[in-house]
């Protein structure tokens, strides 16, 4: 099944509605980062999460969401754009800690003390940047908290993944759901209510249900019609030539240093894990260029 999310809202216009399914991008981060069990669940909430909120953008612009808590996790980056590209990592990939109430505990991993920063990148001269503190180390009650207070938006969210025996992800996706102005409070508390008892979101996709059919059950009863639809991917902006760029930044002098001490120098993109390699000669070419 290909990743993708729809997009709704309501004929009343005043709420709006995303859901996806993420299972092959997750499963992809995992892979590229050989990231453990509890690891995978919390890195692949996190880029659903940005999947979600970079619906709601532009094409041409950009979110990032950097997750710091005090658990063993440390921490979780991931940014995505209005294209549908996503791309993350965590601090410590190797973080596998025991089942919780029967669930990996992905706010274990995370911690509960600790600060979300959310910036978004949208094509004005400066980038906004909101903060707050980690609700509680569940990754969507934190975007959540975030979009409510930082943004004044109440949402609820909802994000799952899920990790079989293997470490593969079989299943992986979530929906966000927003009130906008003015906004029905009787609607608002039917949903909530329908939100709270509606099965999770791995269960829905392990069942075969499909983003549509997510926001089925969320909006029964009340008239919406889709908007939009766009595939989601794994992708990453890094290339030879942006990290020549960040080579040539280091400057001449610390170039020849690291040319001194190695015959190849080998450069790792933290979101996508490519490893880039450089011999001396390439190193020499790019000291040149800086002249």
């Given amino acids: 099944m290909e990743d993708y999310m729809v997009k709704v809202i309501t004929e009343s216009k005043d709420v709006i509605g995303v859901a996806c399914i993420t299972t092959n991008l997750v499963n992809d981060a995992r892979i590229r980062h050989v990231t453990?069990?509890?690891?995978?669940?919390?890195?692949?909430?996190?880029?659903?999460?940005?999947g979600l909120m970079a619906s709601l953008l532009d094409p041409d612009q950009r979110v990032a969401l950097k997750f710091?808590?005090?658990?063993?996790?440390?921490?979780?980056?991931?940014?995505?754009?209005?294209?549908?590209a996503v791309r993350g990592y965590a601090g410590?990939?190797?973080?596998?800690?025991?089942?919780?109430?029967?669930?990996?505990?992905?706010?274990?991993?995370?911690?509960?003390?600790?600060?979300?920063?959310?910036?978004?990148?949208?094509?004005?001269?400066?980038?906004?940047?909101?903060?707050?503190?980690?609700?509680?180390?569940?990754?969507?009650?934190?975007?959540?908290?975030?979009?409510?207070?930082?943004?004044?938006?109440?949402?609820?969210?909802g994000?799952?993944?899920?990790?079989?025996?293997?470490?593969?992800?079989?299943?992986?996706?979530?929906?966000l759901v927003q009130s906008l102005p003015p906004s029905d409070e009787k609607r608002i508390d039917a949903l909530a209510q329908r939100i709270e008892?509606?099965?999770?979101?791995?269960?829905q996709i392990r069942e075969g249900r499909l983003p549509e059919d997510m926001l089925g059950t969320i909006f029964e009863g009340i008239p919406y019609r889709a908007i939009e639809r766009r595939q989601l991917a794994f992708r990453c902006a890094c290339s030879r030539d942006?990290?020549?760029?960040?080579?040539?930044?280091?400057?001449?002098?610390?170039?020849?240093s690291i040319m001194a001490e190695h015959e190849t120098v080998e450069i790792s993109?933290?979101?996508?894990?490519?490893?880039?390699?450089f011999s001396r000669e390439e190193l020499q070419r790019l000291i040149g260029e800086q002249h």
Wanted: proline share 5%; charged share 20%; with cysteine.
């Fill in 242 to 256: 942006r990290t020549e760029q960040a080579i040539i930044a280091l400057g001449p002098e610390e170039i020849r």
């Fill in 36 to 50: 453990y069990p509890t690891a995978t669940a919390a890195l692949g909430r996190a880029l659903t999460g940005a």
């Fill in 92 to 157: 410590v990939p190797a973080v596998d800690l025991p089942p919780k109430n029967g669930k990996l505990d992905v706010s274990g991993a995370l911690g509960s003390q600790g600060y979300l920063t959310v910036s978004k990148d949208l094509r004005v001269k400066d980038v906004y940047t909101g903060v707050v503190h980690l609700h509680s180390g569940e990754i969507a009650s934190d975007i959540a908290y975030y979009l409510t207070e930082s943004e004044q938006i109440p949402s609820a969210v």
């Fill in 68 to 84: 710091q808590g005090d658990g063993p996790l440390k921490k979780i980056v991931v940014e995505a754009d209005g294209m549908g």
């Fill in 159 to 175: 994000l799952g993944v899920f990790v079989e025996r293997d470490a593969a992800v079989s299943a992986a996706g979530g929906f």
């Fill in 197 to 203: 008892h509606m099965d999770s979101v791995t269960a």
């Fill in 269 to 277: 993109c933290q979101f996508c894990g490519q490893v880039r390699s």
